[in-house]
């Protein structure tokens, strides 16, 4: 497997260093290239992602990234020119992000729900399209636009991916969330891709919700949703609400995947830098690591997957029951790597 | 007080009642003109919104809506025909959403949060400017865009609002929230206006989220907001979350303003139509109640807003402490009017 790897800023590195030591405990033919990008870069050269490195991280099988940003950095600066020309330029339309609450976990959520779904989240297009402008900036008559931008070629292949994500689980039933009662173009584009593609999957159960509404039955009864598919931006908000439920953003994996693979897909939690934190060896590194099991499936080593998933059960639940003493970074790292290795 | 009441559909009608018999027993110098708006109609006629009607709508001093809908009417057409139509003419550009947990309403949180904020939502452009198209609709190629229109002017004064809100707060803190870091150009707009309006109010402390942060928070900390201004899409899903958090859809309250008094400002439970129960006498009404509280406010009747505050506060202790049986929608608004009236 040739692997690059984005440590990034403040906890990147370190949490990284942990997905790595765990990736290597269960898969040890990994050959890692590093790759420095992020707020250092910028605050050195002012580039967010050189053609040249883009064109070498083409060349590998997958992408391992940590969090990048510092408080230095303008807004926007890396989200658009590293995180999201990533995703755009690497085609990274199926954004995976489990919500799964591991037994043990602690949720703000009353009452001990059973959480565990799929977001399938677009990437590369609605309103995260950077379309739109600027007219008469500063002055009282100002207009400042953004547009969605989908596509039935865009929205058919996300669908299609969840659609088939659905059919391999148990309970093979789909939401789509989307405002289709408002964003009446888009909404009906949606609609009737899930309508058509789903022809294709007799097997499973559909159904629709307002993004509105399916924002409040996340925290109200999450246990209703299985498989969620839905437009980028809705995606971003549901995740994060996902994340609360599901023991806090520190837990929380994703993978920005390019399924076709034609492209090296990434992985990363979906925490950020922290850098009040940084440096100190205390960051938790198991949404890298529950990032990596996500990494592994992806590239078809589904039993080391398992085993890393099955490691970072085991640990939340055991760290549940003997109180959760604070450990250090590389403790958790070399526990969940032990745990894999079995 | 000339009040024009759209009962509209399913439980509409019925809990609009109990909000005119707990207006009128704080503030009975009411004449109504009733309007019959909504599904029904659109079923008869296919009109949602006849010019003539919102021609008389203009001449009052506020309106009271229920609910409308029924599974029968396509997504959309009641949404962006009506209801929408109402906020966009009548420029009902201040959404507020009061997101607050009464003593011993059940919340699906955990450990008691304390929860009282008000969001301020744009209500009359952002994504719901219903700008944008479809091209090569049903083919392979189709392309669906919805454009998010932001102007200085109505960020502004929606801003300005939220300001003047957060000043006479004990707290006097606002959260703008938005997604300045993806959306660039409104998001841009956003924040400028938000710092160059907040030197006007030196006594608001100014903090700001992106929504996918806001919406994880309302979940995982929902106490550190006191006021949230947002924009139109972000503030249906916030305010969603927030009616989730805050004992549900089944309280949420909501008011439609034009704080200027050009046109009349409209009230109206967050709630559909709920046409599962209609009909039955079962639906509660203290959402319709509550926005009368906000309706009160809103016209200067400081003192008997307070009184119908009360009054759903003490009715939803009670409630709490009687363990809440079950009653019908009129004893729940009887009893919401003696204690209003005191
Ligand atoms: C950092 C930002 C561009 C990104 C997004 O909005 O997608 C983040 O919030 C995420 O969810 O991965
Ligand atoms: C019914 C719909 C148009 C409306 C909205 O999206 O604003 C509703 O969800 C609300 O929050 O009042």
Redesign the interface.
């Known amino acids: 497997m040739r692997l690059a790897v984005i440590g990034g800023d403040g906890i990147g590195p370190e949490v990284v260093a942990e997905g790595l030591r765990v990736l290597r405990a269960v898969y040890p033919k990994v050959e890692t290239t590093e790759y420095e990008l992020g707020a250092r870069l910028w605050h050195r050269t002012g580039e967010t992602l050189p053609d040249s490195v883009l064109d070498e991280l083409r060349g590998h099988d997958a992408i391992l990234l940590g969090a990048v940003g510092d408080p230095g950095v303008p807004?926007?600066v890396l989200?658009?020119g590293l995180l999201?020309r990533l995703r755009f330029e690497l085609d990274h339309h199926v954004n995976l992000r489990p919500v799964r609450l591991y037994p043990g976990v602690t949720?703000?959520?009353?009452?001990d729900p059973t959480i565990d779904m799929i977001v399938v989240r677009e990437g590369t297009e609605g309103?995260?399209a950077?379309a739109?402008?600027?007219l008469?900036r500063?002055?009282?008559?100002?207009?400042?636009?953004?547009?969605?931008?989908?596509?039935?070629?865009g929205v058919?292949r996300v669908v299609r991916d969840a659609f088939a994500r659905a059919s391999r689980r148990p309970r093979a039933h789909l939401t789509l969330v989307h405002?289709?009662?408002?964003?009446?173009?888009?909404?009906?584009?949606w609609?009737?891709t899930v309508a058509e593609v789903g022809a294709e999957f007799p097997g499973v159960e559909v159904g629709y919700q307002h993004?509105?509404?399916a924002?409040?039955?996340f925290?109200?009864d999450p246990g209703r949703f299985d498989v969620v598919v839905t437009d980028n931006?809705f995606g971003?908000?549901l995740?994060?609400?996902g994340?609360?439920?599901a023991g806090?953003?520190g837990l929380a994996a994703s993978g920005n995947l390019d399924p076709s693979g034609a492209h090296p897909s990434m992985f990363e939690p979906v925490h950020g830098s922290a850098p009040d934190i940084a440096g100190q060896g205390v960051a938790d590194p198991t949404a890298t690591v529950a990032s990596v099991a996500l990494l592994l499936e992806h590239l078809g080593h589904t039993a080391e997957a398992s085993r890393v998933d099955a490691a970072v059960a085991a640990s939340l639940a055991e760290r549940a029951s003997s109180g959760g003493g604070r450990r250090s970074t590389r403790e958790v790292g070399e526990e969940l790597a032990a745990r894999a290795a079995g």
Do not use: Q
């Open positions: 807004s926007g989200e658009r999201l949720t703000p959520l009353a009452g309103p995260y950077g739109g402008g600027t008469r500063g002055t009282p008559h100002e207009v400042a636009t953004e547009e969605s931008i989908n596509t039935r070629f058919e405002k289709n009662n408002v964003l009446t173009k888009a909404g009906d584009l609609s009737r993004v509105d509404a924002s409040m039955f925290v109200t931006m971003d908000i995740t994060d609400i994340a609360a439920i806090g953003i």
